[in-house]
Structure formats: structure tokens, C-alpha cells
């Protein structure tokens, strides 16, 4: 049995939050001995990354960012890296590749959670972004031409096999040929449909929330540079009551003031906060990918030598801290946004996403920073285990 002290997100009040097992057994207003927290320090549900490609030099993508084959400690590494950045649970991002390249990354991810236990419950689920995506310059972003293709059910449930039923989200283009009954047969078989790297017209955005797509992937971005004031694919995506909305706020992707209008749109009920981390996300300011990429001191990663962005170089330390600076959730808005939010898109509201009694123990503990800059994670708990202590 463990014992947390900290302030709830949730209320803003000081509690005692007493773990027994994998779960949370009981929330006291008394102080009392505590083995980890502290009056200062925040009690979040474990923050959950439903799209991190990668981090520190590590890919869960083989050959799009590393060269070669990747390193056997791969998985965990990427899992630990997101722990200390208080990432309680992640979602590996497959992304647009060869039919056998993202077989062969399904598969380690589904042998690495096979092996593991602890793995296994940090990873509660798989996201694969493409390669049913637009072929356009801009929607594209940096998925390669030569594989984005049209949806192929006989495809895609060789890739649930591959990584053993634990796809949960899609991320599709709603304009590609067949994809309106594609998305209705994945919706049926339990995978979220999210729409993105797309220029789909607003017909088709509301016919494939219709057709039970339940999220857009980094709204606002994998988007043309330039498009018509109105009607457009974004604005029909913010209007749609049926569509989370998954944002970067890593300072680099999203202006502030896109940020805050876009939760003021979706609100704390309908916004998620992802990394979408790539590998050279926390490496060293340099060259990189054979002078294809650079990172830079800020941390941003781009195409080197451009202003063009290459990738998401941050966690959820800073995507969180961002949020609550640059919108105007309440701190309760920002950590549902963070974790009740993406658990209900992965079917885990039940049990997962809140601080109460009877839900998994899985927790991020933090203290603001004094300026700008992440959070201050004091440690990440999963299913009653500290993985992470600062």
C-alpha cells in the first residue's frame, strides 16, 4: 500500500491518495505520512500520449528517422524517456511506410508487450497513422508519396493481426477512394477513426463523421499552407460535436492563439493533447538524417536549413505546461484534456483517466514551473508502480 499527498487536479484541493494493488483505494482530505508528493505538488491521472512516434534517438518507426536497424532496447527506452516526462501510458505511432515496414514495426511493438508486463501496461494500445492518406503536397506532410495508397480492409487487418489486435486508432483521409466503407467496417471492429493528413471537402468530413470516424489527429497541422477562408476541412472538423480533437502544443506547431481557440471550440470534453514525438525529438541541437534534418536549440526539429517543420521535438511535459499557458482551461480541463479525454478515445474511461477510488492507479505527479519551460515531474506512477521518480 502506498501513499500520495498533493493537490487533485480534478478540485484543486489537498487529498491523500491511497494506491492498494494496481488501483486507487481511497482519497482523504487528511494529511498524514506520505511516501511520495507534497503540498506543493499536483496529482494529475497519468498523462496519455496517444501519438509519440519516437524520442531521444529512438523510433518506433524502422528506417523513417534511424538508419539501420534499431536498437533491442528500442521499446523500453521510448517508454522510459516518456515516463520521465510524465507519461503515464503511450500509444507507438506506426506511420505511412512499405506494407512490410509497418508490418515488421507492429510486430516488434506486439512482441516487446508480449514479453514485457511492465510494457504492457504503458503501452495500452497501438495508433497507426497512415498510410490511407492524402497524396497532396501540405495534407501529406512528410509521410512518403510512394506509400500512401487507398484503403484496404485485407491490408489493414493484416496489420491487426501483426500487432496482435491492439490497434485502437486509425488515422485516415477521408476523400481517399473506399474509404467511407472502410471507416465504417474499422469503427464496427472497435478502432477509433481519426481524420488527418487530409484536404477532404466538409461533405466529406461530416460524411465520414457519419460513417463513425470520433477524432481528428493534430488539428491544424499534416494541412495545406494556404486554404479558403470558409468553408474548409478544419473548420467543419472543429464543428463537429462528434470528433475529438487531438493538438500539439509544443510551441512550434500551433500559435497560442490557435491553441486557445481551438479548445475554446472543443472544450474540455472534446480535446486531446499529444506529442507526437519523433526520434531526434531531445537529441542534441545538430545535423542530422545525412543533412535531411536539423534540431535546433529550441528544440524544434526541421527540415535543416528551412523553417519547415520535420517532427515534434517535446512531451507532454511541455504539451501540458503549453496548454495551460496558452489556453484558458482550468487546470482540471487541461489534465482531462491530457488523460480522461485520450482514454475515452482508446474505450478506457471506465477505468482509467481519473484520480478516484477504484480506478487504475496509474498518476502524474508535478510541480509548475516558475517561468516558462515543462513541468517539473516529480514522478509517473502505472498500475500502482513508480516508474519514475525525479
Same mark, same amino acid.
Given at each position: 500500500?502506498?501513499?500520495?499527498?498533493?493537490?487533485?487536479?480534478?478540485?484543486?484541493?489537498?487529498?491523500?491518495?491511497?494506491?492498494?494493488?494496481?488501483?486507487?483505494?481511497?482519497?482523504?482530505?487528511?494529511?498524514?505520512?506520505?511516501?511520495?508528493?507534497?503540498?506543493?505538488?499536483?496529482?494529475?491521472?497519468?498523462?496519455?500520449?496517444?501519438?509519440?512516434?519516437?524520442?531521444?534517438?529512438?523510433?518506433?518507426?524502422?528506417?523513417?528517422?534511424?538508419?539501420?536497424?534499431?536498437?533491442?532496447?528500442?521499446?523500453?527506452?521510448?517508454?522510459?524517456?516518456?515516463?520521465?516526462?510524465?507519461?503515464?501510458?503511450?500509444?507507438?505511432?506506426?506511420?505511412?511506410?512499405?506494407?512490410?515496414?509497418?508490418?515488421?514495426?507492429?510486430?516488434?511493438?506486439?512482441?516487446?508487450?508480449?514479453?514485457?508486463?511492465?510494457?504492457?501496461?504503458?503501452?495500452?494500445?497501438?495508433?497507426?497513422?497512415?498510410?490511407?492518406?492524402?497524396?497532396?503536397?501540405?495534407?501529406?506532410?512528410?509521410?512518403?508519396?510512394?506509400?500512401?495508397?487507398?484503403?484496404?480492409?485485407?491490408?489493414?487487418?493484416?496489420?491487426?493481426?501483426?500487432?496482435?489486435?491492439?490497434?485502437?486508432?486509425?488515422?485516415?483521409?477521408?476523400?481517399?477512394?473506399?474509404?467511407?466503407?472502410?471507416?465504417?467496417?474499422?469503427?464496427?471492429?472497435?478502432?477509433?477513426?481519426?481524420?488527418?493528413?487530409?484536404?477532404?471537402?466538409?461533405?466529406?468530413?461530416?460524411?465520414?463523421?457519419?460513417?463513425?470516424?470520433?477524432?481528428?489527429?493534430?488539428?491544424?497541422?499534416?494541412?495545406?499552407?494556404?486554404?479558403?477562408?470558409?468553408?474548409?476541412?478544419?473548420?467543419?472538423?472543429?464543428?463537429?460535436?462528434?470528433?475529438?480533437?487531438?493538438?500539439?502544443?509544443?510551441?512550434?506547431?500551433?500559435? $497560442?492563439?490557435?491553441?486557445?481557440?481551438?479548445?475554446?471550440?472543443?472544450?474540455?470534453?472534446?480535446?486531446?493533447?499529444?506529442?507526437?514525438?519523433?526520434?531526434?525529438?531531445?537529441?542534441?541541437?545538430?545535423?542530422?538524417?545525412?543533412?535531411?534534418?536539423?534540431?535546433?536549440?529550441?528544440?524544434?526539429?526541421?527540415?535543416?536549413?528551412? $523553417?519547415?517543420?520535420?517532427?515534434?521535438?517535446?512531451?507532454?511535459?511541455?504539451?501540458?505546461?503549453?496548454?495551460?499557458?496558452?489556453?484558458?482551461?482550468?487546470?482540471?480541463?487541461?489534465?482531462?484534456?491530457?488523460?480522461?479525454?485520450?482514454?475515452?478515445?482508446?474505450?478506457?474511461?471506465?477505468?482509467?483517466?481519473?484520480?478516484?477510488?477504484?480506478?487504475?492507479?496509474?498518476?502524474?505527479?508535478?510541480?509548475?514551473?516558475?517561468?516558462?519551460?515543462?513541468?517539473?515531474?516529480?514522478?509517473?506512477?502505472?498500475?500502482?508502480?513508480?516508474?519514475?521518480?525525479?
Amino acid at each position: 500500500m502506498m501513499r500520495i499527498r498533493g493537490k487533485l487536479c480534478e478540485t484543486g484541493q489537498a487529498a491523500t491518495v491511497t494506491v492498494d494493488g494496481s488501483r486507487v483505494s481511497a482519497i482523504a482530505a487528511d494529511g498524514g505520512t506520505a511516501e511520495l508528493g507534497g503540498e506543493e505538488v499536483w496529482i494529475a491521472p497519468g498523462f496519455i500520449d496517444v501519438q509519440l512516434n519516437g524520442y531521444g534517438g529512438y523510433d518506433f518507426n524502422r528506417g523513417f528517422w534511424v538508419e539501420g536497424e534499431p536498437p533491442a532496447d528500442t521499446i523500453p527506452r521510448i517508454v522510459e524517456l516518456a515516463a520521465r516526462a510524465g507519461t503515464a501510458m503511450l500509444c507507438p505511432t506506426i506511420c505511412t511506410n512499405s506494407r512490410d515496414g509497418m508490418l515488421a514495426g507492429l510486430r516488434e511493438v506486439a512482441r516487446a508487450c508480449d514479453a514485457d508486463r511492465g510494457l504492457a501496461r504503458a503501452i495500452p494500445a497501438i495508433h497507426v497513422e497512415g498510410p490511407y492518406l492524402a497524396a497532396e503536397d501540405g495534407p501529406r506532410g512528410a509521410h512518403p508519396l510512394e506509400h500512401v495508397r487507398d484503403p484496404d480492409w485485407e491490408e489493414f487487418s493484416r496489420f491487426q493481426e501483426a500487432a496482435g489486435g491492439r490497434i485502437k486508432i486509425l488515422t485516415v483521409a477521408p476523400e481517399r477512394n473506399g474509404a467511407l466503407p472502410f471507416i465504417e467496417k474499422a469503427a464496427a471492429s472497435g478502432v477509433t477513426i481519426s481524420l488527418g493528413h487530409t484536404g477532404a471537402t466538409p461533405e466529406q468530413i461530416r460524411d465520414a463523421a457519419q460513417a463513425g470516424a470520433r477524432m481528428s489527429t493534430h488539428l491544424g497541422n499534416g494541412a495545406h499552407a494556404q486554404i479558403a477562408r470558409h468553408p474548409n476541412y478544419i473548420w467543419e472538423q472543429l464543428a463537429s460535436d462528434d470528433l475529438f480533437a487531438s493538438i500539439i502544443t509544443d510551441g512550434h506547431h500551433l500559435p $497560442p492563439a490557435v491553441a486557445k481557440c481551438f479548445a475554446r471550440v472543443k472544450g474540455p470534453e472534446r480535446l486531446c493533447l499529444v506529442s507526437d514525438a519523433v526520434a531526434l525529438g531531445g537529441c542534441a541541437p545538430g545535423i542530422y538524417g545525412n543533412g535531411r534534418h536539423e534540431v535546433l536549440p529550441t528544440g524544434k526539429v526541421v527540415l535543416a536549413g528551412t $523553417p519547415y517543420l520535420a517532427g515534434a521535438g517535446h512531451l507532454m511535459d511541455t504539451c501540458v505546461a503549453n496548454a495551460l499557458r496558452f489556453t484558458d482551461l482550468s487546470m482540471a480541463g487541461v489534465a482531462r484534456a491530457a488523460s480522461a479525454n485520450p482514454a475515452r478515445v482508446l474505450g478506457l474511461g471506465e477505468r482509467k483517466g481519473r484520480v478516484a477510488a477504484g480506478f487504475d492507479a496509474d498518476l502524474t505527479l508535478f510541480r509548475l514551473p516558475a517561468g516558462d519551460g515543462p513541468l517539473q515531474i516529480v514522478a509517473t506512477v502505472v498500475g500502482g508502480e513508480v516508474v519514475y521518480r525525479a
